[in-house]
Structure formats: structure tokens, C-alpha cells
């Protein structure tokens, strides 16, 4: 009897000094989140498989990412993951780019117009009615293009290299302007460097702030897939109709000015392709746009993804997210 006595008291006095089990709520905190499962589907539109890829919760406010050239939407893989906890993510890529369809440009017509109406059509059958646009170099006049069709559905604006001033048209853009102004089989060729390896390697590295944060991949695929038989043309005809997109810039403003939909800007300020000079008129007609200039080049994502997504989440958590 006194043995057990002794056993249950010392018993009794090791409990006393064990540390206490964490509660449930302590130990799932310290649990790493989930990783966010994205999907990549497809859909059929004008007989063009669109490849789409899509995160996020299905009733969370939508993000729609609209990339630019030569890219895709890979060129959003590490941002997508960020924001998908709360919002639901939609990055399209247009027809002759990354997992989209690419038919012969004889039989499909390659212009932005067409390109945004294809965009309107995918985010009616998901049934996303209101977006944030993600607006990025070719993204830019699509995403436009979008808000003054449907100027009601356009919940934020976040801006990143996307031009709508003249002023943001420079020297980059002088053989472009020519071949616009004389539209010859020679001015078109003279633009065939611009779909090389040097130039797509170029647009990753050059103005940006730490070069060993841009890996090789993003130049290795953008190139791969603007070598397909055929895609040369595609992209030809896609300079030549940028074009159309200058006489609506004063259209895209007039958006501005009357929706004064909340706005960031988050630029690579060393951007040749599209400076910093086409960065700030945009405060001429938004002028509450919170503005930020990036030592990077025309892909930030690819070195200032650890600054522009804070930015860009808090921005959407202010200003988009459901109260």
C-alpha cells in the first residue's frame, strides 16, 4: 500500500513539471499553410483552345492577370500562389501564346481587339462578373480595351509596365512606328530580331536590380514556344496591329478620369521597352493611384516578386476585398 502511495505522489509530481500540450488553435498555427492547388484548363472560344490557368476560392473576388510578350501566364506562376488564398485567379494565355492554340495567322485573325473580346467571352462562361485587372505590356490594351466595354466590371486596376500614354511609346518603339507608317515586307522583316533569343533573353535581363534572381527557364520557354513553325508571323502581325491601340489611348483615359477605379503601379523604372516616362501620366488622370517605382526591369515579377506582392496584396485587401 505504501508503494503505491509513493507511486502515485511521485507520479503526481512529474506531471506538475512537464510542460502543458499546446492548445489546438497553437499547434495548427504552427503548421505550414497548404500549398494552393492550381488548375489549367482550357476552354473553346472562336475555335481556339484558350489554355487558362485559375486558384482561389470560387466565390473570392477575382483577379483577372493578363500577361504580355513574348510570355505567357507563366509569367505570373510565383505570384498566382499569393493572392489564391482569398481571391480567385484567372491568367488566360491569348491564341500564339504559351498553352493556347496558335492556328496559321492566314486563317485566324491576331489583333488585340480580337484578343480582348476572347478574354470578354472566357470571363463570362466562368461567371465572373467584376475584376481586378492585372495589366502587364501586351496586357495592358487588352485589359483597356476590356474596361471601357464593360466599365462597370472593373473593381481595381494594378499596373505593372502596361502602357496607355504616348509618352511611354520611346525610342524602342521607333522601327514599330515605321513599320506602321509604311507597311512593306521590309519593314516587317526588319522587325524579325525582336522574336530571337537575344531579344527575349534581353527583356529578362536587362535593367534588372540582381540578375541571379532571373533563371534562365522563363527566356528557354518563351523561346521555345516563339519558334514554333509559324509563330514568327503571328507575332509580325501582332506589332502591326499595336497600332490600333494608340487612337484609344485618349478612350482609356477618359476611363480613368470617370471611374476613377482605385489604382496601383508598381513599374520596373528600367524598362526599355516601356519606361518609366509612360509610368507617370497616369497620376494626370488617377491622381489617388498609389505609385511605386522599382529598380527592375520589364518583368519585375522575376527579381521584385518579395516587394511587389506585399504591395499588391495589401492593395487588393484594402480596395477589392469584401469588407
Known amino acids: 500500500m505504501r508503494r503505491l502511495l ?45 489554355f487558362y490557368r485559375e486558384a482561389g476560392p470560387a466565390e473570392g473576388p477575382v483577379v483577372l492577370l493578363l500577361h504580355g510578350f513574348p ?31 496558335a492556328p496559321d495567322h492566314t486563317q485566324f485573325t491576331y489583333s488585340f481587339g480580337h484578343f480582348a473580346d476572347m478574354v470578354d467571352t472566357l470571363m463570362q462562361r466562368l461567371g465572373a462578373k467584376r475584376y481586378a485587372l492585372y495589366l502587364m505590356d501586351y496586357g495592358a490594351p487588352v485589359g483597356y480595351r476590356l474596361a471601357i466595354k464593360h466599365p462597370e466590371r472593373v473593381s481595381a486596376l494594378i499596373v505593372q509596365n502596361g502602357n496607355a500614354y504616348e509618352e511611354g511609346l520611346r525610342e524602342f518603339w521607333d522601327p514599330i512606328k515605321a513599320y ?27 535593367g534588372m536590380g540582381d540578375l541571379s534572381r532571373i533563371s534562365p527557364d522563363n527566356w528557354v520557354h518563351d523561346q521555345a514556344l516563339l519558334d514554333r513553325p509559324g509563330n514568327k508571323e503571328i507575332q ?38 516601356f519606361p518609366a516616362e509612360g509610368a507617370h501620366p497616369y497620376l494626370r488622370d488617377l491622381p489617388d493611384a498609389e505609385f511605386h517605382l522599382l ?29
Open 180 to 206: 506602321w507608317s509604311e507597311n512593306t515586307p521590309g519593314r516587317r522583316q526588319a522587325l524579325s530580331g525582336l522574336v530571337s533569343l537575344e531579344t527575349t533573353k534581353f527583356q529578362y535581363t536587362d
Open 6 to 50: 509513493v507511486a502515485v505522489m511521485l507520479t503526481l509530481s512529474l506531471a506538475s513539471v512537464q510542460p502543458k500540450p499546446a492548445s489546438a488553435d497553437v499547434v495548427t498555427a504552427r503548421l505550414p499553410q497548404a500549398p494552393v492547388t492550381v488548375h489549367y484548363r482550357f476552354e473553346t472560344i472562336d475555335g481556339v483552345k484558350l
Open 71 to 101: 510570355t505567357s501566364s507563366h509569367m505570373f506562376r510565383n505570384l498566382i500562389p499569393l493572392l489564391a488564398d482569398r481571391y480567385r485567379v484567372i491568367a488566360p494565355d491569348y491564341p500564339g501564346f504559351g498553352q493556347s492554340d
Open 236 to 273: 509580325l502581325d501582332l506589332f502591326y496591329d499595336y497600332r490600333t491601340n494608340v487612337p484609344l489611348y485618349p478612350q482609356f483615359q477618359q476611363f480613368f478620369r470617370e471611374r476613377k477605379p482605385p489604382t496601383i503601379i508598381v513599374w520596373g523604372k528600367n524598362d526599355k521597352i
Open 295 to 323: 529598380d527592375s526591369g520589364h518583368f519585375a515579377l522575376e527579381d521584385r516578386l518579395a516587394e511587389m506582392a506585399p504591395l499588391i496584396r495589401g492593395f487588393l485587401d484594402r480596395k477589392v476585398a469584401p469588407r
